[in-house]
């Protein structure tokens, strides 16, 4: 990945893409994400209810934030498992730019939840995972944040707090736009985190020690100055900017951070699709004992799957795995 030599800002605005970027004066590094038609296949395909869209397309742009920094061949998912009205939230990045992703919803919580429906009301309590699959042969690393009451954006930032002790700025906004064939799903995020070369400069501050005896004063560790600013400037921009299709992520880059200079490099591209196959649904069709594949056949004396994902549905003989 090379960095551009000095050159004006560009104005092209790019979809489906996940843009990286440096501050070097400031130590910081971070990702801008544009998603258009491919979270818009996604979203549409299933024709969720808009807050459910929502939120859906806010994990869609999370997971390509974190699962587009994988510099090996592997998988990024991102799992919620919750007790809201969305209880299950599933997004897999396979690198380098395959996304799909899927909801689970109650319509009947959903209803009563209408009106003060937001992402962290919707999720409810219960936790979210990030796991990252790097082959068979490879170790499989999973991260958990409790949720509880907390949205997406904020369920990030526990996680680098916590797991990652990175500072980290996480940003993310869907919105839904009239274009001449309807409407259309848009998502974006900005992730901005603290990297100096010193690791004494981004240790995070110290968790509060529960109840320390009177008199105890606790010590804090102050904020370093270069993230101070950059916490500050990144976190002025607005929901609009990041999905605005006639602002380009360089320019939205220039805006926050023109003052120290901004590096930005070479796009990776960003596309929906979906990795289920004939082969792939009949090994695990395999996995199933002959009751339970008889268990599965329907009135047509077939055995029917729908993917979650791209809603492909597939028919099979049952004989072709239980010969008579």
């Given at each position: 990945?090379?960095?551009?030599a ?11 893409v ?28 299933h ?26 061949e ?17 997004v ?36 979210l ?5 790097q ?5 499989r690393y999973?991260?958990?944040v ?22 980290t ?28 070369e010193?690791s ?37 921009v ?14 939205l880059?220039y ?49 029917g ?19 008579e």
């Amino acid at each position: 990945m090379m960095a551009p030599a000095s050159r004006p800002v560009s104005d092209l605005g790019l979809d489906d893409v996940s843009i990286p970027f440096s501050v070097e004066p400031l130590d910081v590094r971070g990702r801008v994400v544009r998603l258009g038609p491919s979270v818009d296949a996604i979203l549409a395909r299933h024709g969720y209810p808009a807050p459910v869209a929502r939120l859906l397309g806010e994990a869609a742009a999370l997971t390509v934030l974190l699962g587009s920094a994988l510099k090996m061949e592997g998988r990024f998912q991102l799992q919620t498992r919750t007790n809201g009205a969305v209880d299950m939230l599933v997004v897999d990045f396979d690198t380098p730019d395959k996304l799909r992703a899927f909801a689970r919803f109650d319509a009947q919580l959903l209803a009563q939840a209408q009106g003060g429906a937001t992402p962290a009301t919707l999720l409810g309590s219960g936790h979210l995972a990030f796991t990252i699959e790097q082959g068979e042969a490879l170790s499989r690393y999973q991260g958990l944040v409790a949720l509880a009451g907390q949205g997406l954006e904020e369920a990030a930032h526990e996680y680098f707090r916590q797991s990652e002790q990175i500072p980290t700025l996480v940003r993310l906004a869907v919105a839904e736009s009239l274009t001449g064939a309807g409407t259309s799903w848009r998502a974006g995020g900005l992730m901005v985190q603290f990297l100096p070369e010193a690791s004494d400069g981004r240790r995070p501050p110290d968790l509060p020690p529960g109840d320390a005896p009177e008199g105890v004063e606790i010590h804090q560790t102050p904020e370093d100055e270069a993230w101070a600013e950059a916490r500050a400037l990144a976190g002025t921009v607005e929901d609009h900017e990041l999905v605005d299709p006639l602002l380009s992520s360089e320019r939205l880059l220039y805006s926050l951070f023109h003052e120290r200079g901004v590096t930005v490099f070479d796009p990776a591209p960003v596309r929906e699709a979906c990795r289920c196959t004939d082969l792939r649904i009949r090994d695990m069709l395999r996995q199933f004992t002959p009751q339970e594949r008889r268990d599965m056949i329907g009135d047509d004396g077939r055995i029917g799957v729908t993917c979650e994902f791209c809603s492909t549905h597939r028919d099979f003989d049952p004989r072709e795995f239980d010969p008579e």
